[in-house]
């Protein structure tokens, strides 16, 4: 199996980065899963460090962002506070941002972790890169959009103009009338 083989793409990874209280996160686990650990592992090795995890790195999820993530991305209605007892999540999800993930895999210790975080890096790096060219072209736009209602405000006015009547003693009034009787 080649080196490629063994991780995930950068595609993949982007696609399990979530926007969440306004910043990109990965859930544990997603994480964990890239990582080749189980996510209680994970959250194991991060609670023994938790000096290592300050709230801009990781948080847990609130039960509102959790359900709003579940309609979002299809999370089962099983995995956090089953009643039914059919497995799933005991507790609400960790949140890791894209400096939490890098600690991540250097508490878990892995080879695995490391060289999957860079990965992981990479994927956040381009999404970045993807975010400040669309704020480029929305600055482009928006400067487009000025200059060329200058010109369409003058093509309305000449509109305006041709349909403005010349004769000005056969005004129709606009809008409804009483009906006349004859």
Known sequence: MTKNNLF???GQIESQILLVRGQRIMLDA??????E???????RAVKRNSERFPADFMFQLTAEE???????IGISNNSVGNAAGRGGRRHLPYAFTEHGTIMAASVLN????????VQVVRAFVQLRQMLASNAELSRKLV???KNYDIKFKAIFEAIHQLMTPTDPKKKHS????PWEKK
Do not use: H, K, P, W
């Not at 892995?110 to 975080?117: C, H, Y």
């Open 110 to 117: 892995s080879r695995r972790a490391v060289e999957a975080s």
């Open 174 to 177: 606009i809008g409804f009338a």
């Open 8 to 10: 995930a793409s950068v």
């Open 30 to 35: 997603d994480l964990a899963a890239l990582y």
């Open 66 to 72: 959790f359900t709003d993530l579940r309609c979002q």
């Open 37 to 43: 650990v189980e996510t209680g592992a994970l959250n």
């Open 143 to 145: 400067a487009m959009e």
